[in-house]
């Protein structure tokens, strides 16, 4: 049966939202470790699905006559979409997300080294680690979503009142991102030379690199992986 035209914006926005809601942190599975390939490619065309589903009916709006209480879902949809780029890709996002989890992550980190995988407020914690033991500053490895070996590169840093130390000082840098955390951005070539070199001895920390801005952040992330795979 062929649905009204009235109809499809309405279903656009429901269909958005369960997709906004699948590639979160807030599915059952998404603290598993199940790698779940099948799962992430699904979500990732079916995003350019909602795109051009999204197009044709702004296509049809624009072009007909009436009333177009049509554009209420569309830009509903919009605006739940931008939001969540902001919520995941942002510093804003990114401070926010801190301080609704900050409970939970403070849980975390007290309780000590770990390869759990699992889910911390707003985030997917994939394990724990001490690599400063003198400092007592916990770093919690984030993960995505969509099963195991899907690392960001991005560690959450308790800072307990001090900027963060590492031992791999040229491998990390790192940005303040409230509540008593820092954000450690991970080069992933400088790193793999670090260890496989050991030009630091593991016990010796330094004070890291701080940044400015999440994005500057984001570049060496990206900076780093672009390495590796260029390798």
Known sequence: MRLPASARPWLLLLATLAWLWATSVFTPWAADRAPRLWLYDLLF??????????????????????????????????????????????????????SASRSALIAAADAGPGDQRRRV???????????CAGTRQAW?????????????????????????????HDAFAFWPAGNGWWVAYQHAGRYRDAVSMQQEPADTCKPGVLLSRHRQGLALVDEGRRGLASE
Do not use: Q
Not at 143 to 157: A, D
């Open 45 to 98: 065309y079916l995003r350019f699905a909602l795109l051009f589903w999204g197009g044709a009916e702004l296509l049809r709006l624009a072009w007909r006559r009436g009333p177009r209480l049509d554009a209420v879902p569309l830009a509903a949809a919009a605006c739940a979409a931008l939001a969540v780029l902001a919520y995941e890709h942002t510093g804003t996002g990114l401070r926010w997300k801190i």
């Open 121 to 131: 407020g707003h985030f997917i914690v994939d394990s724990a680690r001490l690599p």
């Open 140 to 168: 919690l490895w984030l993960g995505r979503p969509h099963g195991g070996g899907s690392g960001t590169n991005m560690v959450l840093v308790r800072g307990n009142g001090h900027p963060p130390a590492t031992p791999l």
